[in-house]
């Protein structure tokens, strides 16, 4: 039985890839004078976190890898990001992904986020796509520094809520997290298709937005069962 739902946020609620990638591009051009090859820095393995992005990036192109100048590339490229998302209209969820959550929220399924963003852009997320009507801020899992990847972020995401990822449906669009929640006991995934082809029977849906969702996933879920 389905007892919470865990969504991812970048990539499964909004749909931002090109606008991190734009803004990477252009605060490394202007603060380093070089682009950011984005794909070379991925292909190092184990790359998710912001801070992780800007330190291989001044490494591979030998630049001053100190915290101050990591720190400042990272905040210089979220506040672009969050002004970019701004200026283009960006500001809607996902198809389908309010009366999805909507639905949730009405039988009483706990919500939580859990995203590799930092705190700053997760309280811009709160803001911008007005979240409370659906999650606890103050439950979100996120990019803390705690973290070196989405793997502990999705235990403890369902810990915090008193359960185990079998109790779980995970949203996400990744194919790495997605594999690590399978391998860790969860048995219902939605991925919200993107560049995902892992294959298991435990990805129940891989849909394009959430107007594709299978609502009949809850119909053993009583809203009683949440009070």
Known sequence: MIKAVLFDFNGTLILDDPIHNETWNKIAI?????????????????????????EQYL?????????????????????????????????????????????????????????????????????????????????TIYDNGNYQSKKQMYLDAASNLGLSLKDCLVVEDSTTPIKDVIANGCENVVAVYRDCNYQSPFIKERIKDFTEVDYSIFSNVSCETYD
């Open 30 to 54: 202007e603060l380093f004078d070089k682009e950011i090859d984005l794909p070379a820095v991925f292909k190092v393995g184990g790359i998710s976190r912001q801070s992780q992005i800007a």
């Open 59 to 139: 490494k591979m192109n030998g630049f001053d890898t100190s915290q101050e100048t990591i720190d400042m590339f990272t905040n210089k490229k979220c506040q672009l990001y969050e002004e970019t998302i701004i200026e283009k209209g960006m500001t809607d969820l996902l198809e389908g992904a309010t009366d999805f959550l909507d639905y949730l929220k009405e039988r009483k399924i706990p919500m939580v986020l859990v995203t590799m963003s930092v705190k700053q852009n997760v309280d811009f997320y709160f803001d911008t796509y007005h979240l409370e009507n659906w999650f606890k801020r103050n439950e």
